[in-house]
Nanobody
Framework: QVQLVESGGGLVQVGGSLRLSCVAS????????MGWYRQIPGKQREFVAR???????IYADSVKGRFTISRDNSRNTVYLQMNSLKPEDTAVYYC?????????WGQGTQVTVSS
């Protein structure tokens, strides 16, 4: 049973930084594209960033230049470095495959950016 567990969220002021982590159990991690997503209450979950197994990265326009996705296959972990945070980045952040698989959504980690 594959599980994805996110951590690293918290409360941060505008302009601050956070680094999210996602640890994957199971054997799929090193074989798959991984992504970060976020959801604001009452809205649909949206794509944030993804990283292919070969290292190619793609970002949503809203986070380009501020967020960086990376992965450590030896640790089965994918990261999201978030800099220059804005109030509109406030959301629950999730990791999953790209494209996402419904059975792998975890609890997410809350990021709150205060002004």
């Amino acid at each position: 049973q594959v599980q994805l567990v996110e951590s690293g969220g918290g409360l941060v002021q505008v302009g601050g930084s956070l680094r999210l982590s996602c640890v994957a159990s199971g054997s799929i991690f090193s074989l798959d594209n991984m992504g970060w997503y976020r959801q604001i209450p009452g809205k649909q979950r949206e794509f944030v960033a993804r990283m292919a197994i070969g290292g190619l990265t793609i970002y949503a326009d809203s986070v380009k230049g501020r967020f960086t996705i990376s992965r450590d296959n030896s640790r089965n972990t994918v990261y999201l470095q978030m800099n220059s945070l804005k109030p509109e980045d406030t959301a629950v952040y999730y990791c999953n495959l790209f494209p996402p698989a419904s059975q792998y959504w975890g609890q997410g980690t809350q990021v709150t950016v205060s002004s």
